[in-house]
């Protein structure tokens, strides 16, 4: 890709409306005078602001840095650089790569400024093997919902300083629609005049930076791969769903109350997704849920139905992350921001850095051993190996992974396990955490403990789930 020059005009912010003439250029392209262009324009704070674009498979796909006058959008490379690829394209990618980290990624003069910096870190790592240096997040600077309008208008020096509509339109577009090098433009640029602003120049300055630069490769990667494994089950996550609802649908006015029939279609209350509902006459109107208990839903309409019958209800957009998916991305920024003692913790390390030994806490030698107790349970020789393996005190056993599938008794072993602990008097007061990736999960270890009368538990599972959980047997 030649090198081109462009202009835009952003209309983000009522008291700043500049023209950005911008030039794109493809890795391989990229050399020493397009950043000199681009760096020339940097103000003296040395403030810049970065935005990037990503394909369907979460790869990067192009990254924007901006001055308050002028851009540079690098197109990436798609795919690994093996050596098997085109050797002088290879080299001159690596090139200016390598360009990008000294110029721009790991220069200290210059503070980079993007909305969703931890995706970036991330992606520089994995995609194009960089780190960065001196790279603030601009949304921590914001207590609410990191992918809420709310969260993006206080980074961006608050709702009275922009145009609303304008800033929904470039940020929260529908997710089906491709980033245009226009729209990376508008979005560098706008980290960029959020950032010298003088009432948020004091917030962000007091907000620790990004460093990839200082962490060990190992300690990336774990990170980057927690990172991107989430941002790919995101992406995997479908745009409609048609919800089964009950009949017996009352309408008054611009409202309507219905009752979701199953649980993993029902209607939630989210800011980012909204309804389509499909009258009997083949009219459709939108509607938001604005209330939700257990399976009954109120919803507001933004049109009539004009007395028609309902024939059909819709989910239109994601929903919003679950609280594990939205504590996982705050975990990984505080690891990315030296916020977090994550990667120094044991069960971290002996999962994700086996060559970087774990520092387990002593071993009580006098405790005695925990034998296997249930007896109202039955186990077969591979079972009862997996709960031995549990029970043992080694720190080689601290931690200990078992794989079956469906059927093959993990759930026996969990109950067995749990059993012997609490039947052992040298054991008995210990308290007992099993988690899983679902509500279902627990559910069946609970049901479990009540086939085998043990009832001494708590069942921690969603308020919504705790209406209806018994609808996911059908």
Known sequence: MSPTLSTVSPKLFWDCSSQVVFETSSEDSLDARHLRSFLNTVMSEGAMGISASYRDNCRLSAI????????????????????????????????????????????????????????????????????????????????????????????????????????????????????????????????????????????????RRIRTSTIPAEHVAALAKICRDGERLDSLKPQTVKNDVAEGITAKKNKVTLNCSRFPTRIRRSSEQYLQIETCNGVQVKGRAVQVEGRQVQISLSGSLGGNGIK??????????????????????????????????????????PKDPPSWAPIDLVKPKIPICCPNIKVNPSQERAIEKILSAPHEDRLVLIQGPPGTGKTTVITATVTSI??????????????????????????????????????????????DWYVLQS
């Open 64 to 207: 924007c840095f901006s001055s308050p006058s002028r851009a540079l959008v690098v197109h990436i490379a798609n795919g690994n650089l093996s050596p098997s690829s085109n050797r002088s394209k290879r080299k001159r990618i690596i090139q200016g790569r390598n360009l990008l980290q000294r110029q721009i990624f790991c220069n200290t003069n210059y503070q980079k400024y993007a909305f969703k910096m931890d995706r970036i870190a991330i992606a520089l790592y994995l995609d194009m093997a960089l780190r960065i240096d001196g790279a603030v997040d601009m949304l921590s600077v914001s207590s609410g919902d990191r992918r809420s309008l709310q969260a993006l208008m206080d980074a961006m020096g608050g709702e009275s300083t922009l145009h609303k509509s304008n800033v929904t339109a470039l940020f929260f577009s529908n997710e089906s629609h491709s980033v245009t090098d226009s729209d990376l433009v508008q979005q560098a640029w706008a980290a960029c005049q959020a950032a010298i602003l003088p009432h948020m120049a004091v917030r962000f300055h007091a907000l």
């Open 312 to 353: 059909s209800v819709t989910t239109v957009g994601k929903p919003d992350l679950t609280s594990a998916e939205a504590c996982r991305e705050s975990v990984i920024l505080a690891v990315l921001k030296g916020e977090s003692t994550l990667l120094s913790q044991a069960f971290f390390k002996a999962i994700w850095l």
């Open 422 to 467: 609490v039947s052992c008097p040298a054991a008995s007061g210990r308290t007992i955490w099993i988690a899983a990736q679902s509500n279902v999960a627990v559910k069946n270890v609970a049901e479990k403990f009540d086939k085998i009368g043990f009832h001494d538990f708590k069942l921690l599972v969603s308020v919504e789930f705790h209406f």
